[in-house]
């Protein structure tokens, strides 16, 4: 157990430091489509909610079904926060051509994209009236 939790906070670590000196969520300093972008848009944000997930689990049937529901449903809020920051970032990055042809091509190659199929809202959606000619994977 411990073990798969430093590989998650690995994974997470090797998401972040990725992006090197140009880590800032406040402006766009390139597409990232290497290293683990390749299996998903937001590796460090899945791996941090996934070690929450894994901390939390085994410690919340101690006090009752009652408080294990609100901590389940407290974790499920942060990480709706998460979805609604990578969708705020995906929003942002739209504006550039290779992120849409990225996010485009990881509707149908992550490892997340069986969720966007099964659930619709999961998926990314381009700007409205984008050309798909426009957006291609380099």
């Keep these: 157990y411990g073990s798969t939790l430093l590989f998650l906070h690995s ?3 090797t ?3 990725n992006f090197g000196i140009r880590y800032s969520n406040l402006s766009h300093r390139g597409i990232l489509t290497d290293g683990l972008f390749r299996f998903t ?4 944000y899945l791996f941090k909610n996934i070690v929450w997930w894994m901390i939390g689990l085994p410690f919340i049937t101690n006090q009752g079904a009652g408080v294990a ?3 389940c449903f407290l974790l499920f ?3 709706a926060v998460y979805w609604w920051r990578a969708r705020t970032e995906e929003m942002h990055l739209s504006r550039d051509p290779a992120y849409v042809a990225y996010a485009l ?3 149908e190659r992550s490892v997340l994209a069986v969720m966007g199929k099964i659930i619709p809202a999961l998926a990314y959606k381009p700007p409205a ?3 798909k000619s426009e957006y291609r994977i380099r």
């Excluded at 848009?41 to 460090?44: E, G, S």
């Design 41 to 44: 848009k937001h590796p460090a």
């Design 69 to 71: 529901f609100a901590n």
């Design 77 to 79: 809020c942060v990480n």
């Design 15 to 17: 998401a972040s430091l």
């Design 11 to 13: 994974l997470y670590l």
């Design 129 to 131: 009236g984008y050309l």
């Design 105 to 107: 091509s990881m509707n």
